[in-house]
């Protein structure tokens, strides 16, 4: 009878153990919103890179290359150059301040780019919300999660 009671105590615990370490799991993974990035975005893009980005202006704000991650080829072109980008102003939701930023890129001009929009996903159209702006444009916190989330992008080789 007494092991009986042993065992009852024994599986008492360890199930609210568990349950205690699921809530906490859910509660901190509530607090830090998990930043993904969207795969379409980089897919349509011809130029992703890592820029240091100090403000956001209405136009055309410069950003300076870090590195190039795609392609290869405009590694050295490009590095530790200042671009023009249009179309970070479409991005405020996603600025977190001045510091690195991974921006898919679609070239518009010599040493002018615009951010590459999300595009639409066949079969599923935009929400009712946005009709009047069906297109949504993301640029992304250049951190050591969305850096490994880059790197198992496919993208094609020129």
């Known amino acids: 009878m ?36 969207s795969r379409p975005q980089f897919l349509v893009s011809n130029l992703d890179v890592i820029a240091q980005v100090e403000q956001i202006e209405d136009k055309l704000t410069p950003v300076k290359v870090v590195e190039v991650h795609w392609p290869a080829a405009e590694k050295e072109r490009l590095k530790d150059k200042t671009i023009q980008v249009a179309g970070l102003a479409d991005c405020r939701k996603d600025w977190q301040g001045p510091g690195p930023y991974i921006l898919p890129l679609v070239h518009s001009g010599q040493d002018k780019y615009t951010v590459a929009a ?21 640029i992304y916190p250049a951190n050591p999660k969305t ?12």
Request: no cysteine.
């Open 147 to 158: 850096l490994q989330q880059l790197e198992h992008i496919p993208k094609l080789e020129r």
């Open 118 to 138: 999300i595009p639409h996903s066949p079969g599923f159209p935009p929400p009712p919300s946005q009709t009047d702006q069906p297109r949504v444009y993301r």
């Open 2 to 37: 007494k092991a009986d009671r042993v065992r009852l105590l024994l599986a008492s615990l360890l199930f609210f153990g568990w349950v205690g370490w699921l809530a906490y799991l859910a509660i901190t993974a509530a607090m830090a919103p998990a930043i993904v990035l």
